[in-house]
């Protein structure tokens, strides 16, 4: 799934953003790769994290492309891993919600 959600734009801008800029230069390939220096700190750190899983490379010194398919495997990876804590997350609120409302239907 190559759609970005809301939720994982506003959990980890920065990853968003860097893709986005190199998507936006066309740096997809080794042959299109472009000069790239992230702007803060925290997306330094988060430009260090991609490269070290291989999901933005290093064509020549520093000139980087995005392995889209790399990429989108991490994000279909940690959809693996958010679903089935949002499924135990609205299963708690679900049995939260009925215990609030519950009554007693011997009492009067």
């Known amino acids: ?24 230069m066309h740096a997809i390939s080794p042959g299109d790769a ?22 933005v490379r290093e064509a020549i010194r520093g000139h980087y492309w995005l392995d889209w398919a790399a990429y989108n495997a991490e994000t279909d990876a940690r959809r693996a891993k958010a679903v089935p804590v949002a499924i135990a997350v609205c299963v708690v609120i ?15």
């Open 94 to 108: 679900a049995f939260a919600i009925m215990l609030l409302f519950f009554r007693d239907p011997l009492r009067p």
């Open 34 to 55: 472009v000069a790239y220096q992230p702007q803060t700190a925290k997306a330094a750190a988060e430009f260090e994290r991609l490269r070290a899983h291989g999901i």
């Open 1 to 24: 799934m190559a759609e970005t959600s809301l939720i994982a734009a506003w959990l980890w801008p920065d990853r968003h953003r860097i893709a986005g800029q190199l998507l936006a």
